[in-house]
């Protein structure tokens, strides 16, 4: 297996994030050919097109990290029925200027946790709405809309549930699967 370095978006700026767990826990299933490299999105001014002339250093640095990354993961929270500011405003500065989108190619997933019934599928539809746009070939099945509760996964990414580590392990795999289509061409 080739070495495949993953960007990871995490919509959540909170500490004690119920994604940040998702998200540590699908990396500690994956296989060690992928790691995996948070993204920071907290630091970005927010998009303006008067930006498209000379890029901030921050939003620089933002398309580089992606830019340098062979696959994407997308952790979203669910916010007022769609995906919080953060990550959208990361999203229009990454695929900006026109021409220079950063995501386009790259196989992704989409992924979120909530305490919602319905966990985030709100936000991943308007989510994987813009990812088509861009060009991102996001992974269809399985979805994971987690109903998150606090015993399932702890602050480290430790699954103590049995049937929530099998459910991962199977979204892990396929998005392995995925990301391999792409980047052994």
Known sequence: ???CKVAVLLGSLRRDSYNRRLML????LAPAHLTFSQVRIDDLPLYSQDFDDDYPSDARRLKQD?????ALLFVTPEYNRSI???LKNAIDIA???WGTNSFAGKPAAVIGASIGAIGTAIAQHHLRSSLHF????TLGQPEVYLHFRDEIIAPDGTIANASTREFLQGFVDAYVAWV??????
């Not at 861009?134 to 070939?137: E, G, N, S, T």
């Not at 391999?180 to 061409?185: D, G, L, N, V």
């Open 1 to 3: 297996m080739n070495p």
């Open 25 to 28: 826990a699908v990396e500690r």
């Open 66 to 70: 992606i830019e340098s990354a062979q």
């Open 84 to 86: 919080p500011g953060p």
């Open 95 to 97: 695929s900006r200027p």
């Open 134 to 137: 861009l060009d991102v070939p």
């Open 180 to 185: 391999e289509r792409f980047i052994a061409r």
